[in-house]
């Protein structure tokens, strides 16, 4: 996973906006997760450096900011792809074959759950039921869900990213 | 906000509404009193979004538009059904008829040949509304719908839920004006422990009675709470009423609040629920507007206010002092009790802390009585539950039924039974916290003390129907991989415990497992019940316990045998290509990624079982079904 960190790139007008955040909640009693939500909104990770913020800003030390963030699943240290792909290994969606449904993504991606590709288009992790369990299995790609899936398909959905990236680029 | 004010509103939305929820003979007269000729419900919760109701909701109010319909159909975006598995869904009123598995072409059609023609478009019906002699019955006489009853989910997908007007009409806020203007909190109290009413997130602790605890502790500042960190993986009904009808969590969460004399509620709601967050953001700021909330409400002198607080992705903050201390901004973990937290709980002081299913069937019990509500269920679990259906079953989706339902109604009529012909194996009930019911004993009925007594327990309302082909073992050992992800560390007993399970499970599904193994889990797992500090590792070992208890055997043959007799299990099972039916056509031999595979074109092929890396990549391609696993 650290493979794929890059060197913080934080822009003023992000510290900004995170600054602006902090002051908002800093008498609210129970701000760190409040402020750590939007800071990952902000800055798409909790990088350290924006940890340190987060902590000087609400008056606390950076251990307690870092023990929240790296309790709960949804914070995530280190930067995520382009795409994020979630696959749901709830219940229902593992009963009906979602872990193939992740060997198949990781198999075309060259990437295991919880890294990102070198090229940072995709990054892949799995997830624990999105509610969506009458589709089951599915895979979300940033906020698009697919469902009733099977392993076939996911070379045409994935293809369907990449060609955009093409475009894009063209 | 006056009562003359609450009823005018209800008055003004009230004949919109009844157009959904009267019998058949009186929808049509109803739907004459108002403005529109008919009414269009799509469900835009989370299930048929992501099927793509957005899309289809898109092309109706565009066809509404180009065929000048938009000023007579009323489009209403609603919350769950309940049939997840058949969306995007559509119910025209006043016909009542229901259309499964819209889609944007479809819809075109729909709405010439039905909304403008009064042509219903058979094809596009939910199969099982149409009879073999063409008549069409509507959704409550289907077998999904006929032996439901639906109290916490009885605004769900006949509201909407960005609108309170129409929660007003449908007696919204009449619960809280009758605690608040006729009833002292005592009254209230007695009200919901005369009930029967029992936590519905898995407990089933009576509601009454932390209510009761709350009030006696002495103090200025409570709290209310809601717990809707829907957390079991394969349980949806909390999202659902969330999405369906937020209105009537803040009308119960305000009447909890004059009960213990609390002034502040949190809601506490997973941040991987966006639509349900982003409508109960709507409902609490339009209850401010209308004065549902705020200061002084109806006039009595009562200060409520509800504020939300995201979760974000600890299954443990779904154990009540854990999601405190994650409100409070920390890491969530649990502390002991006592203090119970009726005593001492968020920010130190006394607070309620209910689940949303529980908190839904609280405005019905003021403003109904309690002896409605007891008369439904069985003795010891007074009301309906709300289960979450889903795995290997036809009708996958949401069904709210009297306590004392049995199983076999469940999965044979409601669920229409298993698919594709296979067997029922067992029901897995409770999630990560509980255990299975296996086809011996489909008769039971469900409720509280009868799940107990089979070892599993209700849970929050996951219900995962297991068929043939699944492992037991397996699935146990599923479960215990997550309560090892999600066991927050503080105390030794659960995260050395689970993390000690799962190695036995391990062992065993790879071949390695000792008989002996199984009296070393037993044991292990009687001291992690009797010593983990929270639920979540007392609970952990119950989809083992459970699972050992109903089906030893395939331990055993996974032990003694070598063998997983369901096929699931990697180590134990290999790929082998039926001759027969092979044709040779080299798609597996070209997708191996190990390069196992090996045969000439048109001649059977064979796989090399010291290469196989058992993937499973063949059997997904082959077109002849020519692969299977011993």
Same mark, same amino acid.
């Given at each position: 996973m650290a493979e794929n960190s890059l060197a913080f790139k934080g822009t003023p007008a992000q510290e900004e906006q995170l600054l602006a955040v902090i002051a908002k909640n800093k008498e609210l009693p129970g701000a760190l997760l409040p402020v750590l939500h939007e800071a990952q909104e902000i800055y798409g990770y909790l990088p350290l450096e924006v940890q340190q913020m987060v902590a000087d800003g609400l008056g606390i030390s950076l251990s307690e900011v870092y023990g929240v963030a790296t309790f709960y699943s949804r914070f995530s240290l280190t930067p995520k792809g382009k795409h994020k792909i979630s696959v749901c290994l709830g219940t229902a969606c593992y009963v009906k074959g979602a872990d193939k449904i992740l060997a198949e993504v990781e198999n075309k991606l060259g990437i295991k759950s919880g890294e990102c590709t070198p090229d940072g288009l995709f990054s892949i992790d799995s997830c624990r039921c999105v509610g969506a369990c009458g589709l089951a299995p599915v895979m979300m790609i940033d906020e698009e869900v697919y469902g009733k899936l099977t392993p076939k398909e996911i070379g045409a959905i994935l293809d369907k990213y990449i060609a955009e990236e093409g475009g894009e680029q063209a | 906000m006056t009562f003359e004010e609450l009823t005018r509103i209800k008055e003004a939305n009230k004949e919109v509404v009844l157009v959904r929820k009267l019998v058949k003979e009186k929808r049509e007269e109803m739907a004459s009193h108002t403005a529109y000729r008919k009414q269009v419900l799509i469900c835009g919760g989370t299930g048929c979004t992501s099927s793509g109701s957005k899309k289809v909701i898109d092309a109706l109010e565009k066809s509404l538009k180009e065929n000048g319909l938009d000023k007579e159909i009323l489009v209403v975006r609603t919350g769950c059904f309940g049939l997840c598995s058949l969306g995007p869904i559509m119910i025209v009123y006043p016909e009542g008829v229901f259309y499964s598995q819209a889609t944007p072409e479809g819809v075109e059609?729909?709405?010439? $040949?039905?909304?403008?023609?009064?042509?219903?478009?058979?094809?596009?019906?939910?199969?099982?509304?149409?009879?073999?002699d063409g008549t069409i019955i509507s959704l409550s006489e289907t077998n999904f719908y006929k032996k439901q009853m639906r109290i916490a989910l009885r605004n769900c997908g006949v509201i909407d839920p960005e609108n309170i007007e129409e929660y007003i009409a449908v007696h919204g806020y009449l619960g809280l004006y009758k605690a608040l203007t006729s009833m002292t909190p005592d009254e209230v109290i007695k009200e919901v422990l005369d009930s029967g009413l029992r936590g519905r997130g898995g407990g089933g602790f009576p509601t009454g009675r932390k209510w009761m605890f709350a009030k006696a502790t002495p103090g200025d500042i409570k709290y209310v709470a809601c717990n809707a960190d829907e957390g079991d993986p394969?349980?949806?009904?909390?999202?659902?009423?969330?999405?369906?009808?937020?209105?009537?969590?803040? %009308?119960?969460?305000?009447?909890?609040?004059?009960?213990?004399?609390?002034?502040?509620?949190?809601?506490?709601?997973?941040?991987?629920?966006?639509? !349900?967050?982003?409508?109960?953001?709507?409902?609490?700021?339009?209850?401010?507007?209308?004065?549902?909330?705020?200061?002084?409400? @109806?006039?009595?002198?009562?200060?409520?206010?509800?504020? #939300?607080?995201?979760?974000?992705?600890?299954?443990?903050?779904?154990?009540?002092?854990?999601?405190?201390?994650?409100?409070?901004?920390?890491?969530?973990?649990?502390?002991?009790?006592?203090?119970?937290?009726?005593?001492?709980?968020? @920010? %130190?002081?006394?607070?309620?802390?209910?689940?949303? %299913?529980?908190?839904?069937?609280?405005?019905?019990?003021?403003?109904?009585?309690?002896?409605?509500?007891?008369?439904?269920?069985?003795?010891?679990?007074?009301?309906?539950?709300?289960?979450?259906?889903?795995?290997?079953?036809?009708?996958?989706?949401?069904?709210?039924?009297?306590?004392?339902?049995?199983?076999?109604?469940?999965?044979?009529?409601?669920?229409?039974?298993?698919?594709?012909?296979?067997?029922?194996?067992?029901?897995?009930?409770?999630?990560?916290?509980?255990?299975?019911?296996?086809? $011996?004993?489909?008769?039971?009925?469900?409720?509280?003390?009868?799940?107990?007594?089979?070892?599993?327990?209700?849970?929050?309302?996951?219900?995962?129907?297991?068929?043939?082909?699944?492992?037991?073992?397996?699935?146990?050992? @599923?479960?215990?991989?997550?309560?090892?992800?999600?066991?927050?560390?503080?105390?030794?007993?659960?995260?050395?415990?689970?993390?000690?399970?799962?190695?036995?499970?391990?062992? #065993?599904?790879?071949?390695?497992?000792?008989?002996?193994?199984?009296?070393? #889990?037993?044991?292990?797992?009687?001291?992690?019940?009797?010593?983990?500090?929270?639920?979540?590792?007392?609970?952990?070992?119950?989809?083992?316990?459970?699972?050992?208890?109903?089906?030893?055997?395939?331990?055993? !043959?996974?032990?003694?045998?070598?063998?997983?007799?369901?096929?699931?299990?990697?180590?134990?099972?290999?790929?082998?290509?039926?001759?027969?039916?092979?044709?040779?056509?080299?798609?597996?031999?070209?997708?191996?990624?190990?390069?196992?595979?090996?045969?000439?074109?048109?001649?059977p092929h064979v796989i090399d079982a010291s290469k196989c890396i058992k993937c499973g990549v063949c059997m997904n391609n082959c077109k002849f079904g020519a692969i299977i696993t011993k």
């Open positions: - | 059609r729909i709405v010439k $040949e039905h909304l403008r023609d009064g042509n219903v478009v058979k094809d596009l019906l939910y199969k099982d509304t149409v009879q073999p394969g349980a949806f009904m909390d999202r659902s009423i969330l999405e369906g009808d937020p209105q009537c969590i803040i %009308e119960a969460m305000a009447i909890a609040g004059y009960a213990i004399g609390a002034h502040k509620g949190f809601v506490y709601v997973r941040a991987e629920y966006p639509i !349900a967050v982003q409508r109960l953001s709507i409902a609490i700021e339009q209850a401010r507007q209308y004065g549902l909330l705020g200061k002084n409400i @109806f006039g009595t002198g009562f200060d409520f206010d509800v504020e #939300i607080r995201l979760g974000a992705g600890a299954f443990v903050c779904g154990e009540e002092t854990a999601l405190m201390t994650s409100i409070e901004g920390n890491r969530g973990e649990p502390r002991p009790r006592p203090p119970f937290p009726a005593v001492k709980g968020l @920010f %130190e002081k006394p607070t309620v802390l209910n689940n949303v %299913e529980t908190y839904a069937n609280i405005p019905r019990i003021i403003y109904k009585g309690s002896e409605w509500y007891s008369s439904i269920g069985t003795e010891g679990s007074r009301g309906t539950k709300v289960f979450a259906l889903g795995g290997k079953i036809t009708n996958v989706g949401l069904v709210e039924i009297p306590m004392g339902t049995t199983l076999r109604e469940i999965i044979e009529e409601i669920g229409g039974g298993i698919p594709n012909g296979k067997k029922f194996k067992a029901a897995q009930t409770g999630g990560p916290s509980g255990g299975c019911i296996p086809a $011996e004993h489909i008769d039971t009925p469900i409720d509280y003390d009868s799940l107990l007594a089979i070892g599993s327990m209700m849970g929050s309302g996951g219900m995962i129907i297991l068929d043939e082909d699944t492992c037991m073992v397996d699935i146990a050992k @599923f479960y215990l991989e997550f309560t090892v992800d999600e066991s927050c560390g503080k105390c030794t007993p659960c995260r050395v415990g689970t993390r000690k399970l799962l190695q036995y499970l391990d062992k #065993i599904t790879k071949g390695n497992g000792e008989m002996e193994d199984l009296e070393r #889990i037993d044991e292990l797992a009687k001291h992690m019940q009797k010593s983990s500090l929270c639920a979540l590792g007392q609970t952990a070992p119950n989809p083992i316990l459970s699972t050992m208890k109903f089906f030893r055997d395939e331990y055993i !043959a996974h032990i003694q045998d070598k063998s997983c007799p369901a096929g699931v299990c990697k180590s134990l099972i290999r790929y082998e290509i039926v001759a027969d039916k092979c044709k040779g056509c080299t798609l597996c031999a070209r997708n191996c990624p190990a390069k196992a595979i090996t045969g000439a074109v048109k001649q």
